[in-house]
């Protein structure tokens, strides 16, 4: 059977065969204990106080098999699966509101702008009390967006609650394609900044339009280099890791990935064309910098193109292939480990910033902030290089630049107002790491 599969650091696009053997290859205690299994779900469904669902149970053995190998194995049934796959698209069908739950109300944050939310009237500060006419009193937040996702063209009327109006405000509005960004970039003063918020089918395409942008409005004898900001991106599809750390570099293996058997390894270049023409770049990461993530700044700091600011990273150092399984849903399953240029694991252990600058937590968080790594995950995989120190960090970043300590710190070594070894870094010393 030769099918299409997503592979993730989440993944990347590439074929895959799966070949199944003859029936007399499995061993006689695997059917014995596949005999047992199905004695056990007779009973159940036979016996068990109330009638239990068949399909519910099947899935949860099959899940509880993959969950008892690493914390990122996992089934996904029909619906999991095309939700998996439409968060890696960054585009669904849908209106374009980003809400929150608050008091057990879902409560409008923004409307995207140029969506149709925006063009209907949906403000700041709504509450949405109705879709379609059925209340969202007791349900979840996650159970309240799916329902105003959709088919594109189709509509939905949404009942609102606004302070300040007399009576709750109904809109009907027409759903559309709806891109999620994954890329945020701004000019502070005479420095980019980029913020990868993940890595979807659109992050190098978005990351390159910003660029762009960065270039435009500033000048290149006035712009001192780039901020590349990967705190809290919890990863995604290697394949746009990959182009993102190419974007920045000329030369060099970017990542490596090695599977159970030797001639499964893989590795992945780099080509000709820096799209920040060389300029310095700094790399923030910290505990909530994940997978993908961290195959960029593992890049980016053995190739010596970058200096990596922060705290330690999650340490998620593992590839899972999803592979479909039909309309069953889909298998996701590890079938790698991914290495830096220099030939390291980060798995259980994380990227060390070549500076670390920690985060001080505001009084409301202190005491409160967890800090959490793929080393304390129950059923991780050991790691090569984990210790007892293990990885991660805190995952705090402040809400207003200002307060944001590792970032000023960034900007002020590519002013050259701090100075520090490692910036900048000798690229040429990169090439004689192996």
Known sequence: M?????????GALMGATAVIGPAGAAGKSTYEQLAIFGEVL???EREYVTPPKEDELIENAINGMLTSLDPHSSYMNAEAAEDARTELRGEFGGLGIQVTME??????????DDTPAAKAGVLVGDYISEIDGQS?????LDEAV?????PVDTPITLTLIREGADKPITLTIVRDIIAVEAVKSRVENDVGYLRVISFTERTYDDLEAAIARIKEDVPADRLKGYVLDLRLNPGGLVDQAIAVSDAFLERGEVVSTRGR?????????????????SKPVVVLVNGGSASAAEIVAGALQDLRRATVVG???????SVQTIIPMGDAGALRLTTALYYTPSGKSIQGTGITPDITVEQPLPPE????DETAGESSLPGHIQGQSETDAGSGSSAYVPPEAKDDVQLQYALELLRGEKTDPSFPPDQERAFSLR
């Open 2 to 10: 030769t099918g299409r599969v997503l592979l993730l650091l989440a």
């Open 365 to 368: 968080l202190q005491g409160r």
């Open 42 to 44: 007779e009973r159940i």
């Open 103 to 112: 008091d057990g109300r879902v409560k409008v944050i923004a409307p995207m």
């Open 146 to 150: 799916e329902r105003m996702r959709g």
């Open 261 to 277: 058997n030797e001639g499964e390894t893989r590795r992945y270049n780099a080509t000709e064309g820096d799209l920040t023409d």
């Open 311 to 317: 705290t330690r990273s999650f340490g998620k150092g």
């Open 136 to 140: 969202l009193s007791g349900l979840k």
